[in-house]
């Protein structure tokens, strides 16, 4: 079957790091995606990752581990507007993507 | 250049009646998506096109549910005889099979509510 696990909920500070992690159970895999939601609003892209390794893109990184079916996504110098939701999603037919429940992310001053 | 556009952004509807919602992909994307988002639950794929054809249609949680695309371009998801269960966010997105990432770039999506 398709699974996809991320937390529901984290909390950070302004400033600090996260770490959103992702693991995942899927029938094919194209590669890994990861979006931004803001309440109300439709998902937008952040980053994608379809071989092992760290890919870094400003103050967002993603890794991903094909052999353990695990993906992160890395926020530095969190700011306010960074609170959303973040969603894990893995492609595996044709682009067709598998997206997890999201992990809503609160920044707190 | 436009992104992707869906309407009515905002839908109520009384249970029984039919619904149309209609998405304009980024021009020359030929894959469409539709989803949907239930409030706190996670985007649900429901069906897919390349071009005007639906290789994947296993999303589809009723045969309430239909969806065509013509032209290539415009698509229209229809629901039928309208459940409360159907209230949700409907997004589509589209996309270039041509890149190598299959990147999704999604519509401000409907708020549909039945009522």
């Known amino acids: 079957g398709q699974n996809i696990d991320q937390p529901t909920e984290m909390t950070a500070t302004e400033g600090a790091i996260v770490q959103i992690n992702c693991t995942y159970q899927t029938s094919g895999f194209n590669g890994l995606f990861w979006y931004q939601q803001h309440a109300g609003e439709a998902p937008t892209f952040l980053s994608y990752n379809v071989l092992d390794g760290l890919e870094e893109k400003g103050r967002f990184s993603s890794f991903l581990s094909r052999s353990k079916g695990y993906s992160y996504l890395l926020l530095k110098e969190l700011q306010m507007k960074d609170s959303a939701s973040y969603l894990c999603a893995v492609s595996w037919s044709q682009g067709n993507l598998i997206f997890g429940k999201g992990t809503k992310l609160s920044v707190k001053p | 250049g436009a992104g992707v556009s869906q309407s009515p952004s905002n839908k109520v509807t009384e249970k029984g009646k039919d619904v149309e919602l209609r998405c304009d992909p980024i021009?020359?994307?030929?894959?469409l998506y539709w989803y949907r988002q239930s409030l706190g639950q996670g985007l649900e794929f429901l069906i897919y096109f390349q071009g005007n054809s639906a290789p994947d249609k296993s999303g589809l949680p009723s045969d309430r549910f239909s969806a065509e695309r013509t032209g290539g371009s415009v698509s229209t998801l229809t629901i039928q005889r309208t459940q409360q269960e159907d209230s949700a966010v409907y997004l589509c997105?589209?996309?270039?099979?041509?890149?190598?990432?299959?990147?999704?770039?999604f519509g401000p999506g409907t708020r549909l509510t039945v009522t």
């Open positions: 021009s020359g994307h030929t894959a």
């Open positions: 997105a589209s996309s270039s099979l041509g890149s190598v990432s299959y990147e999704q770039y």
